[in-house]
């Protein structure tokens, strides 16, 4: 099987898992998809992940999803920018706070990798807008 855009079918798991209340969701391995998951993870929006080799070659990421005391999901919004057919790039002074500065936008830059829209602001560096979260 084919995807044409493998980003947004992680960002659709990680959704449905947890409208589906589970508490693991995986994913085909990919270091793009690695590297998103290390920003959810910093900016707490995931518990954690860990990487299993299936066979030679073949690996999938295991993410655990994080829920609040009563059960509601840590994620309410997330929704891919940047898709394969139409690309979005913003630079650091033209990202505008997503729901007042309580979600994030994930970004991926040339020069500090895949970053939330913060640590870009913080090193004013722009990039191509992945997706948001909140």
Known sequence: MSLSDPIGDMLTR???????????VEVPYSLQKLKILDVLKQEGYISEYN??????????I?????Y???????????ERVSK????FY???RDLKDFF??????VLSTSC??????????????????ICRVF
């Open 90 to 92: 913003s630079s650091y």
């Open 62 to 66: 295991h993410v655990k999803l994080k």
């Open 68 to 78: 609040s005391v009563k059960g509601k999901p840590a994620i309410e919004v997330l």
């Open 112 to 129: 500090k990798g895949v970053v939330s829209d913060k640590v870009a602001k913080k090193h004013k560096t722009g990039g191509e807008i």
């Open 51 to 60: 990487i299993e080799e299936l066979r030679l070659g073949v690996k999938i």
């Open 14 to 24: 990680i959704k449905n898992a947890q409208s589906a209340l589970l508490v693991y």
């Open 84 to 87: 394969p057919s139409r690309r």
């Open 100 to 105: 007042n500065g309580m979600g994030i936008y």
